[in-house]
């Protein structure tokens, strides 16, 4: 319905693993996002990108590289994760170039456990 | 430091009114956001204020004071399915969304 869609919803992974989330937007939107989602926490805010450059990165931790080959695909590449960064991570899309006043569209998101 | 206030959670009767309150303390102000998530599901947009006062949505309503840094959402006639978290969100003078903990709610028969 939201027209973003995540993959895989459900994701299991060693530290040691490296591991890709998908997200994709069908909504024809020029700036995408990847959100972090801890239980009882705010959503963290990781990475925009905007027309497929990226114009914010919130201090993420290096073990997280985001990857935008074009407006519509968004990845975030895992690799020597902690059991702390065990959490539900989401993907929005907006109209606007970042920076604007619009609404974000949130896909389902990739639930993450880190062993 | 900029903040969003929201209970935590809180409890109503299907067919009741419930107010969820929000308050923010940001650098600068370009409109405020309420979201609805289901558990294990995408948050949806709701409302989205700007200017003073109350916007009406079928049974939902969002109310905004900019002055007292402050916003509701009031939910009317509540059905089971509105068991939710309610997500506030305030767009800060850098356009960047601030968000709130949210606020889960439990609707009981």
């Known amino acids: 319905e939201t027209g973003v869609t995540q993959t895989p919803r459900h994701l299991v992974m060693g530290m040691t693993n490296k591991k890709s989330l998908k997200c994709e937007q069908h909504l024809g939107h020029n700036a995408m996002y990847w959100y972090k989602q801890s239980a009882k926490k705010p959503l963290e805010l990781m990475f925009v990108y905007s027309l497929e450059e990226r114009v914010e990165n919130n201090s993420v931790p290096s073990r997280f590289s985001p990857e935008c080959p074009n407006s519509s695909h968004l990845f975030l590449h895992l690799h020597t994760l902690q059991p702390e960064d065990s959490a539900l991570y989401l993907c929005a899309s907006s109209q606007a170039l970042a920076g604007g006043a619009d609404t974000q569209y949130f896909g389902p998101g990739t639930r993450l456990t880190v062993l | 430091g900029q903040n969003i206030d929201q209970p935590t959670e809180m409890t109503a009767t299907e067919g009741a009114i419930v107010q969820i309150n929000c308050t923010y303390q940001?650098?600068?102000?370009?409109?405020l956001f309420w979201y609805q998530q289901h558990a294990g599901e995408a948050p949806t947009f709701l409302s989205y204020n700007v200017l003073d006062g109350l916007e009406e949505k079928g049974r939902f309503s969002s109310f905004l004071s900019r002055s007292k840094g402050y916003s509701y959402l009031l939910l009317k006639e509540l059905q089971m399915k509105d068991s939710a978290s309610y997500l506030c969100a305030v767009l800060d003078s850098n356009y960047q969304l601030i968000w709130g903990a949210g606020t889960k709610l439990i609707i009981k028969p």
């Open positions: 940001t650098s600068g102000f370009n409109g």
